[in-house]
């Protein structure tokens, strides 16, 4: 049992814990490094927590296997939750991690990072989130608020320039369930930044919302705008395979003045986004934002009945403060034993309301919460291409490769090989990988040109086949990491857009006891160049 603010900071790794009451933090939080056990919070509030540091920052750095946390409400303080990468006020990491019942209290830039930074968890890894919310500064009042909060105060903040991957509840969510889960912050970012979740990658989001501003940043150089895409007002980019919603909306306006990839709902679905029932967003507020309508490219009906079930939906406010919208027209919303909507029914006072949780948290025990399961192998390679315009005829062009195996074990002698389209070349002397440094700044390394073999690094271009091949074979790639390629192409002047797409292949060796196999290969290709 805890009661006392020195018994908190003394929770172990392994322990099972029991708030007795309320606790009153007076120094800065330092976090819990590691935390496999339990901690319940019996309804209990943490007021004041700050914490400033690099790598993984929030109450804990790090949720592992087995981890349970239930029942709790975290006040942050005036001085926020501070880190780098992997932010979030209750753990900046969740790997395999149950999380319930959990209540976040922020104010403006009330949560700061670089990049995987959320209300909640800033990345979260084959863990179950279910009936937890982020509020701001005016609590849980905001559950019945139109515009829960102005649009100038940002809870959420992500500073890196080439994928924030910022949401309100969870920065990236990785092969993970999220059920009966709200965030009411404004959040902004430069790249993946969603109202509830930036990154969805293969995981599953259901009886769900976000009512939250959303901001993507941009960095403005001679006279153009780049960077601010994949900004959605629920989800900022999906990817992976087997992503899905179920039953969720948003509210908020949606801005930047990125050149593409901004929806009022998913800023972008890279791959397959399956919809079960039907999810809706704010048409009014999306006509008040950058892009009015949702581009439904790559998003599915899962299951669909008739014309409608299996869709997303721009309704009115006034549509989207009507039961018989979200139980009409193949619409199913249970309105019996988890949803709820207006103030004060049956008297003068009567106040719509957009839908909420009947306990106000989603967190309901009479109702059994569906199980996902997936089917891992130690070394999983994933892989995506964007590109950023420098100057007149120069593109950069990045490529990300992820590891979503293991954590202990790794891929190596990595190999690329990109194929340009006609008219693109590459810029000699610019191939480069960023990697992150422990203190999780971004590391720039230039990869010379090279052709003796694939156990060392280098790259070679050939002109007649435009074929870009890099090998990074001293690079070790560990679970749970990823690594950006970076390299510059022209495009001749006498051609405004390319619409052939660049195609990366990537080819890694397992070294792993329990691989079933030597090679893992990605392939990825890009939407086509274009110069501003």
Do not use: C, K
């Not at 099972?16 to 819990?32: C, G, K, Q, V």
């Not at 979030?88 to 949560?111: C, E, K, M, P, T």
């Not at 809870?155 to 990785?174: I, Q």
């Amino acid at each position: 049992m805890i009661s006392t603010e020195n018994q908190l900071r003394a929770m172990t790794r392994r322990g099972h814990y029991w708030l007795a009451n309320d606790i009153e933090l007076t120094r800065r939080w330092t976090p819990i490094a590691r935390f496999s056990g339990t901690l319940d919070g019996n309804g209990n509030v943490i007021r004041n927590l700050e914490v400033s540091g690099s790598l993984d920052q929030g109450m804990f750095r790090r949720l592992e296997s087995g981890a349970t946390i239930r029942n709790l409400e975290i006040q942050v303080g005036p001085a926020g939750v501070r880190g780098t990468t992997r932010v979030g006020v209750l753990a900046g990491r969740a790997d395999r991690a149950y999380i319930s019942g959990i209540r976040i209290q922020i104010g403006h830039n009330g949560v700061v990072g670089n990049r995987d930074v959320g209300g909640l968890i800033g990345r979260a890894s084959r863990s179950v989130i279910m009936g937890s919310l982020v509020y701001g500064q005016n609590g849980p009042a905001e559950v019945y608020l139109y515009h829960p909060e102005p649009d100038s105060v940002i809870a959420v903040r992500g500073n890196n320039r080439t994928r924030s991957n910022v949401g309100g509840l969870v920065g990236e969510l990785d092969r993970s369930t999220v059920s009966r889960s709200a965030s009411y912050v404004n959040v902004t970012g430069y790249a993946h930044v969603g109202g509830f979740v930036g990154s969805l990658r293969s995981s599953g989001i259901s009886n769900s919302f976000a009512r939250g501003y959303v901001l993507g940043r941009t960095v403005y150089l001679r006279f153009t705008h780049s960077r601010g895409e994949r900004i959605g007002g629920f989800i900022g980019v999906s990817q992976g395979t087997g992503s899905w919603i179920e039953n969720v909306y948003s509210t908020g306006v949606v801005e930047s003045n990125g050149r593409r990839r901004i929806n009022p709902f998913v800023g972008q679905a890279s791959s397959v986004l399956l919809v079960s029932g039907v999810s809706f967003y704010n048409r009014d507020a999306a006509l008040m934002g950058t892009v009015s309508t949702q581009d439904m490219h790559n998003i599915r009906a899962y299951q669909g009945v008739g014309a409608i079930r299996g869709s997303v939906i721009g309704e009115s406010r006034d549509n989207l403060m009507s039961r018989e919208t979200f139980t009409t027209q193949g619409a199913f919303w249970n309105f019996y034993t988890l949803w709820t909507m207006g103030l004060h029914h049956g008297t003068p006072s009567y106040t719509p309301t957009f839908p909420h949780f009947i306990t106000g948290v989603g967190l309901l025990e009479s109702i059994n919460m569906d199980s996902e399961m997936w089917v891992e192998r130690s070394i999983e390679i994933s892989a995506e291409i964007e590109e950023e315009s420098l100057a007149d005829n120069v593109v950069r062009v990045s490529v990300t490769i992820y590891n979503n195996g293991d954590e202990g074990e790794r891929a190596d002698r990595l190999h690329l090989l990109n194929t340009l389209p006609a008219g693109v070349t590459l810029v000699p002397n610019s191939v480069r990988i960023v990697t992150e440094n422990a203190s999780g700044d971004e590391v720039r390394t230039n990869v010379a040109r090279n052709t003796n073999g694939i156990s060392i690094r280098g790259h070679s271009f050939n002109a007649a086949t435009r074929n870009l091949e890099v090998r990074l074979g001293d690079f070790r790639l560990h679970g749970e990491a990823m690594v950006v390629l970076e390299f510059d192409v022209t495009i001749e002047p006498t051609v405004i857009e390319v619409e052939a797409s660049i195609i990366t292949t990537v080819t890694a060796g397992r070294v792993s006891r329990t691989s079933p196999d030597n090679i893992t290969v990605a392939i990825v290709e890009s939407e086509g160049l274009e110069v501003e």
